[in-house]
């Protein structure tokens, strides 16, 4: 896409204005926001799906990400009417409403137009609304594996393969995506379960492994006792909590990606490079692999 100041497009019947494509958004690598948006487009066959009917909380950048960014909960002013928002229950909301706003990012033109006001994250709840609002129970079960320095990427990799073990125990499979950041998620496909059960279950993993490994691993989010160890946040399967989208850009001082990536990659990771994706690797990636969290979308494993 070639950058200018702004374009006039149209994207599946929608109008849209493109601003300041040539601005760039990561200053370390010279990376555009007309570059954001082209790999947002490329991407988009495999990234949708994932976020179909999945309210979208975005974190934007608008002057980059040397600049403060924000989240971004309810649908902005001047969204298109074309744009489909749902109303989700929200108890003590920050706008002092019971209720928040969401936007839904079915279609390509709703990710062009995000994109457009530097929305680089893209972070989804576990579940899923159905086509006249209404909240499904989750259909997915997620752990983040969250390093606590020195430890990284790869003792992740580590505790990954752990967690794996442990799923197969219950007759579960697990897929591994990188956070696009310093760790990683494991994604488990599940018949709609309760998110209290979704989280107690994960729970129930991770305090199993803190105890099993206790140099490895720390089931509790306190700071001081993470430092080496790889903290296992079971929490993101409450049904509030949201976790970057497979394909989602982050805000750091690359564009990386959050990652789909085989357990033989996982098995194989020695160095933080293993595991580490920018647009164009992911691009790359997809054209020969497709999406390796295709089945993420239509596999429903029995809860144990």
Request: proline letters at 8%.
């Amino acid at each position: 896409m070639a950058a200018s100041n702004t374009v006039r497009t149209k994207v599946d019947g929608h109008v849209l204005q493109l601003s300041n494509l040539d601005k760039v958004l990561y200053p370390d690598t010279g990376f555009t926001k007309g570059e954001v948006i082209d790999y947002y487009m490329r991407v988009s066959p495999h990234l949708l799906p994932h976020l179909a009917d999945r309210p979208l909380t975005r974190k934007r950048w608008p002057d980059g990400v040397e600049s403060q960014p924000f989240f971004e909960k309810n649908a902005p002013r001047g969204t298109p009417n074309w744009v489909r928002t749902v109303l989700v229950p929200s108890p003590g909301s920050t706008r002092g409403s019971e209720e928040v706003n969401y936007i839904v990012a079915n279609d390509l033109a709703t990710l062009v137009w995000l994109a457009n006001l530097a929305a680089l994250e893209l972070h989804i709840f576990q579940w899923q609304v159905g086509p006249r609002g209404g909240l499904k129970e989750p259909d997915l079960l997620v752990i983040d594996l969250d390093p606590g320095p020195p430890a990284n990427v790869v003792d992740c990799c580590k505790v990954a393969l752990l967690l794996r073990d442990l799923f197969a125990e219950d007759d579960l499979v697990a897929w591994a995506k990188t956070s696009g950041s310093k760790g990683m998620q494991l994604y488990v496909p599940i018949e709609p379960t309760a998110s209290q059960q979704t989280s107690a279950y994960a729970k129930e993993l991770a305090e199993r492994l803190a105890r099993d490994h206790p140099k490895l691993v720390v089931a509790k989010m306190t700071k001081q006792i993470r430092p080496g160890k790889v903290f296992l946040d079971w929490s993101q399967n409450n049904s509030a909590k949201t976790t970057v989208a497979p394909y989602s850009l982050r805000g750091k001082n690359a564009p990386t990606v959050s990652t789909p990536v085989t357990w033989e990659e996982v098995e194989a990771c020695r160095k933080v490079a293993d595991l580490t994706f920018r647009t164009d690797d992911v691009l790359d990636r997809v054209e020969e692999f497709g999406d390796l969290f295709a089945e993420l979308r239509s596999l429903r494993q029995p809860f144990p």
